[in-house]
């Protein structure tokens, strides 16, 4: 099952707008993580959130968690032609498997 | 390049017949993993190895496939009697079993399995 969903399917934005995609998921996480997936490198990870954080920075990327309504946001600003990918949360369910959602699929325009 | 590898990166098979896909991790990581994905859904976890021992299996993965990572090095994945449906990409990835390095995991290329 995917515990991930993330909103919204599908993004289009021109080159140098932000890019925010949300995740909801269903159980209690210990954190969550993004990863970034395009044909070039595969599946890259991004970032990982704690269940005690709320925010966190990493370069252009913002990730915003919040555990009480079950949801996470990553925001890429000034976004580049090299963003154009998918983006997917992922949570892990137990001690060992790792649930990641149907993906943010981005289009960066030149 | 010291990422993790995998082999073959395409594999084109009949119904019926068996494939085998192998996985090389980052050499000193412990954690290895398997996913299915298929176009336009995220990675499906398949089964997940802690050095040789296999410690998790999704209940998708049925009796027709098997992993191993006999001396908790490298792993292979096989998928007996291919079904049309068996065809995805086949990901692996690695982590270091440290704490607060566990979560991150490395992914490698996939082997992208078509099933005639």
């Known amino acids: 099952s995917q515990q991930g969903e993330e909103d919204p399917q599908a993004l289009s934005i021109q080159e140098g707008e932000n890019a925010t995609m949300n995740c909801s998921y269903k159980t209690s996480i210990n954190n969550l993580q993004w990863y970034r997936q395009n044909s070039g490198r595969g599946l890259v990870h991004l970032i990982l959130?704690?269940?005690?954080?709320r925010e966190k920075h990493s370069g252009r990327l913002r990730v915003t968690l919040d555990t009480s309504k079950k949801s996470s946001s990553l925001l890429i600003t000034a976004s580049r032609a090299a963003d154009t990918a998918s983006y997917f949360c992922a949570t892990r369910e137990g001690t060992y498997k790792y649930i990641f959602g149907t993906g943010t699929r981005l289009k960066v325009l030149a | 390049d010291t990422g993790v590898s995998q082999d073959p990166r395409h594999k084109i098979t009949k119904r019926g017949q068996n494939v085998t896909f192998r996985c090389d991790p980052i050499?000193?990581?412990?954690?290895l993993y398997w996913y299915r994905q298929t176009l336009g859904q995220g990675p499906e976890f398949l089964t997940y190895?802690?050095?040789?021992?296999?410690?998790?299996k999704s209940r998708l993965l049925s009796d027709r496939f098997s992993a191993e990572r006999p001396k908790g090095s490298f792993s292979t994945l096989e998928i007996q009697r291919t079904e049309q449906g068996d065809s995805a990409m086949y990901l692996c990835a690695s982590s270091l079993a440290q704490t607060g390095l566990a979560d991150t995991q490395y992914f490698g290329p996939g082997t992208r399995l078509t099933v005639l």
């Open positions: 050499s000193e990581h412990n954690r």
């Open positions: 959130i704690r269940s005690n954080e």
């Open positions: 190895f802690q050095n040789e021992a296999q410690l998790e």
